[in-house]
């Protein structure tokens, strides 16, 4: 039987290219730029074939990332929602040791060198 394949979801290209390198397993990181439509996520829903996969979503810790995580627990209520401590406020900007902790948190493979920083 295959794995089922993971997926984060982020809202930026920082917070993208923050969290590539410490992920050590393939996954899939989709970038929504900012907030989206009910539309745009159920087009995200199609194109990735998301109900088939393990969704995880990674917003930052702000009013923005909040209304993002209510829009996907209502579309996609089986994602799991990883969180940031609120005094990083955004994923780009947290230390990534930080990142790599409730990365493992959520089960992932983290690059180990990243839990030293």
């Given at each position: 039987m295959a794995?089922?394949?993971?997926v984060i979801?982020?809202?930026g290209r920082t917070d993208k290219k923050k969290i590539?390198?410490?992920i050590n397993e393939p996954v899939t990181i989709i970038c929504t730029n900012g907030t989206v439509s009910l539309t745009k996520i159920d087009e995200l829903?199609?194109?990735y074939i998301l109900e088939e996969k393990d969704v995880y979503i990674l917003a930052d810790?702000?009013?923005?990332?909040d209304k993002l995580r209510n829009q996907f627990k209502r579309e996609l209520p089986e994602a799991?929602?990883?969180y940031i401590d609120r005094a990083y406020r955004e994923v780009a900007t947290s230390p990534v040791n930080h990142l790599a902790t409730v990365l493992t948190g959520a089960n992932f493979d983290?690059?180990?060198e990243f839990l030293l920083k």
């Open positions: 794995m089922v394949e993971k979801i982020v809202e590539q390198p410490i829903i199609e194109l810790a702000d009013s923005a990332g799991e929602h990883i983290v690059n180990p």
